[in-house]
């Protein structure tokens, strides 16, 4: 006989309680020779505790109609706020919004029930900003001048890979932990990558001090420390606009935060070769890098936790367990956004990691490929800071998906011919492309997980994808340095073979998002955290309608 569940926090939450005392008396009454009965089993698992976030979802909709619909009244005596007020505060004659503008509210910071947004969610987001850009700067300090790092360390070219690869595969160690501290809340996270951020980069510079040669192994292991810091802060942007914005500020504000991370491996591609002109430069180039990061680190540990109260329904509401999301992570629809979104990122990892090689040996120089790094990343940034405010209104996340992947695969495809011919403009034209498809689709695809996963908790997936993007990013490095041309080749050393693998990679993977919702299942793409916040039924992503925003709880 099962055991009375316990009583948590709301009535999702309670109902997947009961959920799981009624799944294991079921299981344990089951037949293990009956795998078909079990899948069933497991799936009704999946649509039951979707089907009890969804009830709660009604109930709050249900509250909003009628002749209060426009004001209620708790039995606490609060309010709460018109479900049709929206981020740009517009008067409305039912709404509380139009007596106090929401976003300069920083008092009466005790009143449950109410949903606003505070101006000290930018300081968090700012400073997670600025810890994505240190980070991922310190994890490209040696790629851009990776044939002065192997002098002054007296290693090869490859040994110098591994500081990008060690870095990346860190990430994949420190994921589970990554999650559970994202569950519950992004300032301990946050904190945490502040830490490992400055300890890194002190061994760092004891492993560089001397201009005369530095100590490999030391640095390796300042590397390592870099790479456990960084899914702290990579996979928390999600999670810190759920927390803090409403559904018409989360696509941007993510965007924000997740770009700053190529943003940071930019600056390290164009600014590094300025630093560093001969092996000797290495030893200062690596002090600049640490006093910028330890400068970035120190604001992290003043940020606010958590707003006084929600910025809107799906803040408040009880996220499903860490157990609980086993389950939702069996969706087919997740896993066909996880897996290119997995091999693009990685991508570009390898592609950044390695453009200097890639560029070299075909007579370009060290500065060139920097500045085609940056052009990668500043087209991608722009684009995003476009696009972003758009999906923020439109929603149209699958439209999205739909057009960008196939670019991205076209693009990869392109690039195989564009070092031999030796013109700058191949190069920078293409990696233009593959900027502004990557970074566009980035924060689309971390929003759309986020959405199809509700209510499992926005860290679950986020970190996941980008584990898995952090992980075939070092392998696709280790691919491509086994794929180098030897020295007899013309020319030599070349990565002509890693780009055709790049490419029919990319290709491969192009089908996946493109079979969202066929096959009958169009109803698996609701956007179910968007339906919370509105109050207002599913809207299903099929038809690409996201609304205007008008029925935001703010």
Known sequence: MAAAPEQVGGPGEMGIAELRATSTHTSSGSSSKDPVNHDLHETDVNDKIYEIYDQDAAMRSRSSKGPASAKSTRKDGHQRLASNANDEFEAHPDSVACANNAENIDSNEGQAGVYRVYKRRWFGLVQLTL??????????????????????????????????????FAFVAIAPLTIYMLHWGPKPSIVTAAVLTILSNVVRVAGSHSRSGGNYGVVMFGQILVGLAQPFVLSAPTRYSDLWFTNHGRVAATALASLANPFGAALGQLIVPLWVTKPADMSSAVLYVTIISVVVSL????????????????????????????????????????IPYSVYVGFFNSISSLLNQILLPYGFS???????????????????????????????????????VPIIGLAYLAFIFVPPTRQLAGPYVVLAVIGATCFALLPIALEFLCELSYPMSPEVTSTIAWAGGQLLGGVFILVSDALKAGPTADPPANLSRA????????????????????????????????RSDDGQGSRNQGDGDGGDGSNSAV
């Not at 240190?134 to 192997?150: E, G, K, N, R």
């Open 131 to 168: 810890l994505n850009i240190a980070v991922s700067w310190d994890w490209l300090t040696f790629s851009p001048v990776s044939q002065y790092a192997a002098a002054y360390y007296g290693r090869s070219e490859s040994d110098i890979n591994w500081f990008s690869t060690a870095f990346l």
């Open 299 to 338: 604001p992290a540990f003043f940020i606010p936790a958590a707003p006084p109260t929600p910025a809107g329904p799906s803040g408040e509401t009880q996220k499903a367990s860490l157990r609980s999301s086993l389950h939702l992570l069996k969706s087919v629809e997740l896993w066909l956004v996880l």
């Open 366 to 404: 060290s500065d060139e490929a920097g500045i085609a790094g940056a052009v990668l990343i500043v087209v991608g940034l722009v684009t995003s800071a476009i696009s972003s405010p758009l999906l923020d209104r439109t929603k149209a996340f699958l439209l999205a998906i739909r057009l960008i």
């Open 499 to 530: 780009l055709i693998f790049t490419a029919v990679i990319s290709l491969a993977v192009v089908p996946l998002p493109l079979c969202l919702g066929l096959f009958g299942r169009a109803e698996k793409l609701v956007l179910r955290r968007l």
